[in-house]
């Protein structure tokens, strides 16, 4: 917690916040550089995203000069992108490693609580004070093919929805000031309606890159029934323009689910709009049970509650928020990252 919280006259410096931010990713990239016996200077490709500490010099330059990363490292940081930005931040990596085949990518996604915390007397700004809490998540990628045999998962599918477009989405979360002057995040009344909305449309986007790839992404995760459903809808369609497209049912696909820990409201409208059962939702609910609302980072702490419990095959995980993306233009993000396969036999991701 931070330090304000316990001392109400203190003041809150960058300085704060930048101790808050080593001190977490430090622990967490030099807990996994132990556990996959990689050196720093292996390292070719870093992404470092953090919603809204954004310093100079950018926390990624932190990372190298505590690590003494190599000299031509492809360093990468991301800011005012919000709770969706970890997988925003894969995605990146991912493309990365296309380009510098057999190269390791280091993610690290975090959050500064302490830099944000609201003294005010804003309610909208006092929100975010009783559930966000910092958190952190290093993850290790590769794209060599001798690191398929000992990796943990293998990254099959990401599709991005960008809902920036729409007004109430992009007011939906914000970092201002209150009338006296004092920093906080805000936090609308429509951000489980954005989600909702933002859900909805990544998954109909899914439905068509099926339909674009239905011969290699369908096979993957449907099972047949859902497949000829799917087929049969398309055919329909060809005929009658105005034919509503069919969506898979997902469930029949995926074993787990991994949806942003962000409030128990959230969770339980987001569990009403997919009609998810409480198993798919036992690995978010004791995510923000334990730990609260970790940003980023709050569905990889998901996805180690599963693999804690042997259950991690066949996940599918969303992170969904209202963020900001770049330095002025606010967006809402709906995120999918598909992981299949054996722990002990898939390639590509290590955390």
């Known amino acids: 917690m931070p330090r304000v919280v316990f001392c109400p006259d203190y003041k809150i410096n960058l300085k704060d916040g930048r101790e808050e931010a080593a001190m977490v990713m430090f622990g967490a990239i030099n807990d996994l550089f132990g556990a996959t016996k990689v050196r720093p200077k292996d390292i070719r490709i870093l992404v470092v995203n953090c919603g809204v500490l954004n310093t100079t010099p950018s926390l990624s330059s932190i990372v190298i000069n505590h690590f003494k990363l190599r000299p031509n490292v492809q360093s990468f940081n991301l800011g005012g992108m919000g709770c969706a930005a970890g997988i925003v931040a894969l995605d990146l990596a991912k493309d990365l490693l296309n380009a510098y085949p057999g190269s390791y990518a280091l993610v690290v996604s975090t959050e500064a609580v302490c830099y944000t915390w609201y003294k005010g007397n804003d309610f909208d700004l006092l929100l975010s004070n009783c559930f966000l809490r910092m958190g952190v998540a290093a993850m290790l990628l590769s794209s060599s093919r001798l690191d398929r045999w000992h ?88 005929k009658k323009t105005n034919y509503k497209p069919y969506i898979p049912d997902y469930k029949l696909a995926f074993e787990h689910v991994c949806i942003l820990a962000t409030s128990e409201k959230v969770l339980n409208e987001i569990q009403k709009n997919l009609e998810l059962t409480e198993d798919y939702m036992e690995a978010s609910r004791k995510t923000l049970e334990r730990f609260g609302d970790t940003f980023s980072s709050s569905v990889w702490y998901e996805l180690a509650y599963l693999r804690q419990l042997q259950r991690s095959r066949g996940v599918v995980g969303f992170g969904s928020s209202p963020s900001a993306q770049g330095s002025s233009v606010t967006a809402s993000f709906e995120r999918l990252l598909r992981m299949l396969g054996h722990p002990s036999r898939v390639h590509g991701l290590t955390s």
């Open 151 to 238: 990796a943990k998962y293998e990254l099959k599918q990401l599709v991005r929805t960008h809902k920036g477009m729409d007004e109430r989405s992009f007011n939906s979360i914000h970092l201002k000031e209150d009338a006296e002057g004092t920093q906080g995040v805000s936090m609308s009344k429509d951000v489980i309606q954005v989600g909702g909305r933002a859900l909805k449309a990544n998954i109909t986007t899914i439905g068509r890159a099926l339909k674009a790839n239905i011969t290699t992404i369908g096979p993957l995760v449907l099972p047949v029934s859902e497949q000829f459903h799917f087929l049969t809808n398309l055919l329909f369609r060809k």
